[in-house]
């Protein structure tokens, strides 16, 4: 019975091979079988790679199996074969996108745009791609292009919304707040666009406006978390502290113990006239995070007004400084505190501390640079175990996201794509989605490998001097360990070999640094 079942299975496999044999390559990427266009490549003629349709079929294939170099390669070949088709120069764009060539992304959607000023994919790449770059004054002007050609697309609107909200002026967010009710009366089942609704109301202060998409929203998605906890924030801003304590107790009971629903739970229990009720809740949004100031006060107030008013006192001398604090001593002394702490071999207190006194004054990032500096290692195969690789992760998605919010120069930040490219790497081969990171108080929180993408695309490129450099360094590095290791069999002591030990040490480090080792 065996051999009937594995002969039946073999003959059913030649079948289907013999079938992919009958289709024509961009037949097998409509059906998706990009594997076996792969298989196919292998054995193309040079009058096959000189193909147009040969070689767009076969970069489809390798942008199906997320292989964007390759994928790259193939449609660039397309493009030397018909310079000005617009297919071919979006599907570059398109994957120069995936591995980081930013720069070459744009030249080819604005050399569509020169042709057809009103090309709908490249006007919508290019708004996102401005968007995700921070440029959203650009990325705004295309979304213009996008909204003239179909002006009551939900995706459109949304989009255009979003920028108006990163600009930040009243103006902005007015026209955001007329942007995201159109994208919602065409759509409105849409969550994404709800949740924004409703967080821009809020940040208005329009508590009422805001339950108000709440409750339509729930209509469509009742069970959705986001959005109870949203009309939770809704009712205490109105004042209906009953109702909000109501929706957080419902969320807490469905297990959702977030750090919001823990504080504005306990303070809607606290608001409402029952402050022994809200202890428990305040205290652990308060093991969560103690420097939260009105969480500080709210604990110290339920306390005060139940059972522990030594404590209360306590908390409320700590929400006082938290609020009034001398910034500058405060930092200077972390910052000595610290630096004591490496030098005594402390690193877990010291980086402990740099992460709290961060938190309390995100301004800082030196602190955040010096949890970076410390896990400085820029390949991820050399490191001892998954919670040194999880934590370094962490400070450099961490520091480099702060950073990029900044005006500050980002001309070296270059120096972290190796890492966090072989990151991605990784995830990939692992069919992994996202990544975990481990924060110095030792929570562990999940990355998406987009978002790790996102980032990635927005760093400069390495200068090519820069490369040039550290590919010499690895080479006379390589030729001065092989000398190493040929001294070493001949029973040739160290200090017989040209570098010295200080010298080998440093060129270690500096390969080590620069991912190369």
Request: neutral net charge; proline residues 2%.
């Amino acid at each position: 019975m065996k051999c009937k079942f594995s002969l039946l299975l073999f003959l059913c496999a030649l079948s289907l091979w013999g079938q992919a044999q009958s289709f024509t390559l961009q037949e097998l990427v409509n059906r998706k079988q990009f594997q076996a266009v792969v298989a196919r490549a292998d054995s193309l003629t040079p009058a096959d790679s000189a193909d147009y349709d040969t070689m767009s079929a076969i970069g489809q294939a390798y942008e199906g199996l997320l292989r964007y170099k390759d994928a790259y390669q193939c449609f660039s070949y397309c493009l030397q074969m018909d310079t000005n088709n617009v297919d071919a120069l979006n599907a570059v764009a398109r994957n120069a996108i995936n591995f980081g060539r930013i720069a070459e992304a744009k030249r080819c959607y604005h050399k569509v745009l020169d042709a057809d000023s009103l090309n709908f994919y490249a006007n919508y790449q290019l708004a996102r791609l401005y968007y995700q770059l921070g440029d959203y004054g650009r990325a705004t002007e295309h979304y213009h292009v996008l909204a003239s050609i179909e002006g009551e697309n939900p995706s459109i609107l949304t989009g255009l919304a979003d920028c108006h909200i990163k600009r930040g002026t009243a103006p902005n967010i007015m026209i955001a707040l007329e942007l995201y009710g159109r994208a919602l009366s065409l759509n409105p089942e849409n969550i994404r666009v709800a949740s924004s609704l409703i967080n821009t109301l809020l940040r208005m202060g329009d508590g009422k406006g805001a339950l108000q998409v709440c409750d339509t929203a729930l209509f469509y998605n009742p069970d959705n978390s986001q959005i109870r906890q949203s009309k939770g924030m809704a009712l205490y801003m109105t004042k209906d502290y009953l109702q909000a304590d109501t929706v957080y107790t419902g969320l807490l009971a469905d297990g959702d113990s977030s750090f919001l629903n823990l504080k504005y739970g306990g303070a809607a229990r606290y608001m409402s006239g029952h402050a022994l009720d809200g202890v428990e809740l305040l205290e652990k949004a308060y093991e969560i995070d103690s420097t939260d100031v009105e969480t500080a006060m709210l604990y110290g107030a339920s306390l005060g007004k139940t059972y522990d008013r030594k404590r209360a006192y306590e908390l409320f001398d700590q929400a006082e400084l938290n609020m009034q604090p001398k910034k500058f001593f405060v930092n200077l002394l972390t910052t000595f505190r610290g630096d004591a702490l490496q030098r005594d071999g402390r690193w877990n207190e010291a980086e402990k501390l740099y992460y709290a006194a961060w938190k309390k004054d995100p301004t800082q990032l030196n602190f955040l640079y010096e949890i970076n500096r410390h896990y400085w290692d820029l390949n991820p195969a050399l490191f001892q175990n998954e919670k040194e690789l999880q934590k370094t992760i962490f400070s450099k998605y961490t520091y480099l996201t702060a950073y990029m919010k900044t005006d500050k120069s980002q001309q070296y930040l270059y120096n972290y794509r190796p890492f966090l490219e072989a990151v991605c790497e990784d995830a990939f081969f692992k069919n992994d989605d996202e990544v975990t990171m481990l924060a110095p108080d030792g929570k562990k929180s999940k990355l998406a490998v987009a978002d790790l993408r996102a980032l990635i695309s927005q760093l400069p490129e390495m200068p090519a001097e820069e490369r040039e450099r550290r590919e010499k360094m690895q080479a006379q590095m390589k030729k001065a360990m092989e000398k190493e290791k040929t001294l070493h069999k001949s029973g040739a002591k160290l200090d017989t070999i040209a570098l010295t030990k200080e010298e080998k040490e440093k060129a270690r480090k500096l390969l080590k640094e620069a991912g190369l080792e």
